[in-house]
């Protein structure tokens, strides 16, 4: 157990922190894997023409590149496990109609969803930082197994209307768009890199180690860890 000040808001990460990143990479990767030519092909939608011309500068690729050569670059981005923005746009597209038509259902530790409701009912904010797009996000806690948690939530965070998520300036924008003092602010997260970046801002910080999931092996430094969200008592 460990006991920390009561926070005003708690931000939480999502792949290895509430949810298995092996459900992420077994399920929805090769899901979003096999739709990425056909919502390239698509014409005109906003989201996708800004991902289209992101892939093209990121990729270094000829302002005129087709589908397949658009598709290459995402899939190496894939491959690497690269969080590259115009990717995570393009699957928080591609799982949103998932959802929709109820292909997907979204992953949680048995212990994540009772300690999102509890938070809730004390008054905490709960605002999520994921490397997954704002519409991935609004997906995922709108399909959970049991329902939409949406409502819980005030704020949805990504690397694009915050920035990357192991740099402190990505966590001053989202104190600053909060606006709350980073003492009142908690981050969960599973990988060091991100809770030493946030601490680096003044904010408390919990690291999350699930035992067999991707980053176990590589600790979470010096921060606070727990395996279970029920190890979290407030003073």
């Given at each position: 157990m460990i006991t920390l000040?009561?926070?005003?808001?708690?931000?939480?990460?999502?792949?290895?922190?509430?949810?298995?990143?092996?459900?992420?990479?077994?399920?929805?990767?090769?899901?979003?894997?096999?739709?990425?030519?056909?919502?390239?092909?698509?014409?005109?939608?906003p989201d996708v023409e800004r991902a289209r011309g992101q892939i093209i500068?990121?990729?270094?690729?000829?302002p005129e590149a087709g589908v397949d050569k658009l598709v290459a670059a995402l899939e190496g981005w894939l491959d690497s496990d690269?969080?590259?923005?115009?990717?995570?746009?393009?699957?928080?597209?591609?799982w949103a109609q998932g959802f929709s038509a109820g292909d997907l259902t979204s992953h949680f530790y048995p212990d994540a969803i009772p300690a999102i409701r509890s938070w809730h009912e004390q008054g905490i904010d709960l605002t999520i930082f994921s490397s997954g797009s704002?519409?991935?996000?609004?997906?995922?806690?709108?399909?959970?197994?049991?329902?939409?948690?949406?409502?819980?939530?005030?704020?949805?965070?990504?690397?694009?209307?915050?920035?990357?998520?192991?740099?402190?300036?990505?966590?001053?924008?989202?104190?600053?768009?909060?606006?709350?003092?980073a003492g009142q602010l908690l981050f969960f997260s599973d990988l060091v890199e991100e809770l030493d970046a946030a601490r680096a801002d003044?904010?408390?910080?919990?690291?999350?180690?699930?035992?067999?999931?991707?980053?176990?092996?590589?600790g979470v430094g010096d921060h606070p860890e727990i395996s279970s969200f029920e190890q979290v008592t407030w003073r």
């Open positions: 000040p009561r926070p005003s808001v708690i931000v939480l990460d999502i792949e290895g922190t509430t949810s298995s990143t092996w459900f992420v990479h077994d399920t929805l990767y090769p899901y979003s894997r096999a739709r990425f030519a056909d919502i390239l092909s698509r014409e005109g939608h500068q990121e990729a270094g690729l000829d690269e969080k590259r923005t115009p990717l995570k746009t393009l699957q928080g597209l591609i704002v519409n991935a996000q609004t997906s995922w806690f709108g399909n959970s197994p049991e329902g939409d948690l949406l409502p819980m939530f005030n704020g949805h965070f990504d690397t694009e209307n915050a920035g990357p998520k192991k740099i402190p300036s990505s966590y001053a924008t989202i104190r600053e768009a909060i606006g709350v003092p003044g904010w408390g910080t919990v690291g999350v180690r699930r035992e067999g999931d991707q980053y176990f092996d590589r």
